[in-house]
Structures are given as structure tokens and as C-alpha cells.
């Protein structure tokens, strides 16, 4: 199953369970904190939408976490000669070559790909700067393919703040709506109980899309790590000791 397609799914069960769980215990006891985490039905159902976005741009930042983590074992392989002083001629750079497309069959990492362009690239026209080049730019298209990929994240960081506006224009709206009733004090209660919840999806909202945003950040800093680290692995270990005549 696709992973965004997965992560969709368990969304659904967890918001659906969080606003089981919120609801039945607002109805037993009820309180100010289970209020505005959405456990009075129906108002609650504007923060259960911020909820949704939440966890789901949460799991996508989980997901790009382990993208990372498993991208960096590509490091670990030894697929270059990492001694000091160690030169490649030409028929050993095409040997790493095909010793790339080996690998890649069953190991579909960034770096075993860009190795593999650069050295197909040197192999074409023996010009090492034109195969600086070719890393250079797979290092670009991979950044761009990636940032691409986030931006539903920070999609799903603008929603929950949306989403808590929608509630407090909402909320503005019934108690302007019910105005007509604050000539009794039960009446004062109710509407400024509207108006109470119209900003308690909004803080809510608020407090979510800022905890999205910085897990997103971290990701993102050590998405771009990632791609510094393949381009300076590749330069250093392998264009830099080519040898050509």
C-alpha cells in the first residue's frame, strides 16, 4: 500500500478515536480543557478538522524522517575509496560504475545513483568537471524532488491555522446570531459561550500548526543535510582523485 495512502488511513482511525474519546469524557466531565480540545459536540467538530491536518502532516514528517534515516545508511557502504592520496584512473571509475548498477538493483539509494551518473558521465568524455557538473545538478534535482514533496506538509501547517479561523468566524457569527438574547443573564451566558469556543479552536489551532511547523523544520534540515553530505561524499571520494590524462 502507498505510504500517503496508509498515512490517510491511520489519520482517519486516530481523529475518529481522539473525538470518541474527547466526547465521552466531556460528557461525564465536563470541563474547560476537554472544551477546548473539542469534546462538546457540535463545536468540537471544527477542532477535529484541525486534528486531521495535524496528524496527517505529522505522519508525513515521520515519513520523511525515515526517508532520511534510511538514505544515510548509503553512506555507510564503503561505495568509494576513502584513503587519503588514493588516485582513479579511467578504467576504475567505469569498474565503480558497473559496480553501481549492480548495487542499485537492490539498494535504491540517492548516492549509489548519483556515483552512477557521474562515472557514466566521465566515461562519455573523460572531462571531470563535466562530471562535477552531473553532481552538482542531480544534487539540485534531488533537493527539488524532495521539497516538492513536502510542501503538503506545509499545506497541512496553513490548514489547521485556517481551519481555526473558520471556527472563530463561526463562533463570532452564532453569538452575533443569537444577540437578541443577552437581555436575560442566561442569555449573556450562552453567547459569550460562543464566543468562548470560536477562540478556543483558534488557540488550538494555533498551538497544532506551531508544533507541525518546527517538526517540519527539523526534517527539513536534515533532508538538505542529506543531499550536502551524498554531493561532498561523491566530490571528495570520487571526482576529485579521477586521474585523467
Known sequence: MNTRLANLILTVIITIALGLILTI??????????????????????????????FYGMLEVLRFNRYVENQSKGLSLGLLPEKEQFVLSADEVNDIKLKMVEMEKNNPYLIIDMIKKACTKFRSNKSVSESLDIVSAQTDINLRNTDSEQNLVKYFAWACQSIGLVGTVLGIGASLSAANQISS??????????????????????????????????????IDKLHSDNQNYVIENLINRIYSK
Not at 25 to 54: C, D, M, W
Open 25 to 54: 469524557s466531556y460528557s461525564y466531565a465536563p470541563n474547560r480543557i476537554l472544551k477546548l480540545l473539542g469534546g462538546e459536540v457540535p463545536h468540537g467538530l471544527i477542532q477535529l478538522a484541525t486534528y486531521f491536518f495535524f
Open 185 to 222: 443573564q442566561e442569555g449573556i451566558d450562552y453567547v459569550t459561550g460562543l464566543l468562548g469556543v470560536s477562540f478556543d479552536s483558534t488557540l488550538l489551532a494555533l498551538v497544532l500548526s506551531i508544533i507541525l511547523m518546527y517538526a517540519y523544520s527539523l526534517v527539513s534540515e536534515k
